[in-house]
């Protein structure tokens, strides 16, 4: 069994993820914004009364949030970022 490298080589170019369109990034970063949000009205990142995690957890709740919500969009999220997409796609092009 070969041991486990900590250095990691990058993927050949061709496996490579290509550069993101600017319109669906802007989409993608746009949802992730409304998720956070809504995220943040349900209650979570939200210090608990029992056993919390004290000044750390209130500073860094918010950054927790967000990187959720980024994750939820990055992984299709709610097919809001995909309907803007589609939308400043549509508006590009009769300008």
């Keep these: 069994m070969d041991p486990i490298s900590s250095k990691s080589s990058p993927a050949p170019l061709s496996l490579q993820k290509p550069a993101q369109d600017p319109l669906r990034k802007a989409a ?20 608990r009364t029992t056993m919390g995690g004290g000044a750390g957890e209130d500073q860094f709740g918010s950054i ?32």
């Design 28 to 47: 993608t970063d746009l949802e992730a914004a409304f998720l956070a949000e809504m995220l943040k009205s349900a209650g979570l990142g939200k210090s």
């Design 64 to 95: 927790l949030v967000r990187a959720q919500a980024d994750q939820i969009a990055q992984s299709g999220g709610i097919g809001l970022a995909e309907s803007l997409f589609h939308a400043l796609k549509e508006a590009n092009h009769d300008a």
